[in-house]
């Protein structure tokens, strides 16, 4: 087991709060909770408790009483860490759970870094890495569907498809190696069509690990939305409206919303990340530029278009400027306005750009709801899905996913040209390692346990 000294830190939010927990973790935390901390019932003492009690007690600085709390103490190695583990909890004020902090950092043990409890769980092999990740992920996760997912990284689903897939490479690694080594007893005859069946089989997998990113990161960043429209069209007010109160500047002359708004709305559940632009249209004043390049800029970055069409005008060059740069795109036409006389129906702008249409009136509210439905609809089922399949929501894991698709597609090449088995080996080796780098495994050890566990060597 990994060994190193005790560590300590406030597990709990740096605001006040009824309860604060300190943590302490490591060899010494027994030792170092014993002269903070002394029980109320003489009859305990903290060194015998058995793992998993809580004893009530005052804590000390020194002589002083600082506070009142809760022992909860947790024996190696059934805890987080799977070193000794106790948690002071005392009152959740800061300048309190600073003191206590305090005192056991004077009884022995040292302020830890961010995230090496979590660490320690992963060093001394509890977790493995993309769960120490996905711990990470679930604190930070912003909405449900996010801490949702971290949770099935957490409980090792991402491992345990990565493991299917390593097992799979390094079965057929060893099996070359033993049959270079061995042609008596292990024939490649016809196996570079039967590796070639398995290499592509696992391509597919990775492929479709890598696909989930995107709307893995939907997940947990919120959907990148923009609201587009020609000045006056009502995306300031269609902004206030998801908002519910008057943020945004809304004004009635055209042009003036010029900078980038950014703002997260929680629709039902579903977030997303709005960027309220300027008015897309051709102009000469210079700051009013700025501002129609970086909405044009965010709807090329964007995975959902809100276009707002002021419907009691005509369309005009406007519209069509930012229809010709929003084609293709997921979009949602917001038909706004719809409290004045229409000049411009559903049927005339799907003439334009294909897509749902949804009449609203931004500042009476009506068609409000039919717009959430059809958000919550295209989240659900549509083309922002979610369904029950493990995401890839890490960057990281990403990039090794591509470097282990990019040796497994040499492997193939290596085998259409017919190149020598140990060609194979070495690409093969490469997927795994990279595959390995997710999980925090590598691969040396593995490969000659492989060997001698499967085939017996040099009979
Ligand atoms: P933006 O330039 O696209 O951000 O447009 P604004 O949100 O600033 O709105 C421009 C003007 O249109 C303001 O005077 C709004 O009050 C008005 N407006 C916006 N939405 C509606 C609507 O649904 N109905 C009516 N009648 N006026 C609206």
Redesign the pocket.
Known sequence: MFKEDTICAIATGMGNAGVGIIRISGDNAISIAEKVFIPINEKISVNNMKSYTAAYGNIYDGNNIIDEGILLLMRSPHTYTREDVCELQCHGGMVVMKKVLESVIKAGARAAEPGEFTKRAFLNGRIDLSQAESVMDIISAKNEFAAKSSLKQLKGELRDVINEMRDDILYNVAFIESALDDPEHYSLDGYPQKLRIIVDNTVNNVDNLLTTFDNGRMLSEGIKTVIV??????????L?MFLGEER?????I????RDVLEEVVNINGIMLNIV?TA?IRETSDVVEKIGVDKALDSVDNSDLVLY?V?G?VPLDDNDERIISRIIGKNVIIIL?????ETKVDKMLINSYITGEVVE?????GDGRDRLYDLLNTMFFEGRLSYNDQLYITNARHKKELIFAKESLLKVIESIDMGMEEDFFSIDLMDAYEHLGLIIGETARDDLADKIFSEFCMGK
């Open positions: 429209g020609k000045p006056n069209a009502g995306k300031s007010s269609l206030n945004a500047i809304v004004t009635d055209a042009g003036t919303t309220d008015g707002v002021d009691s706004n306005k719809s409290d004045l609203l009136s931004a500042i009476t």
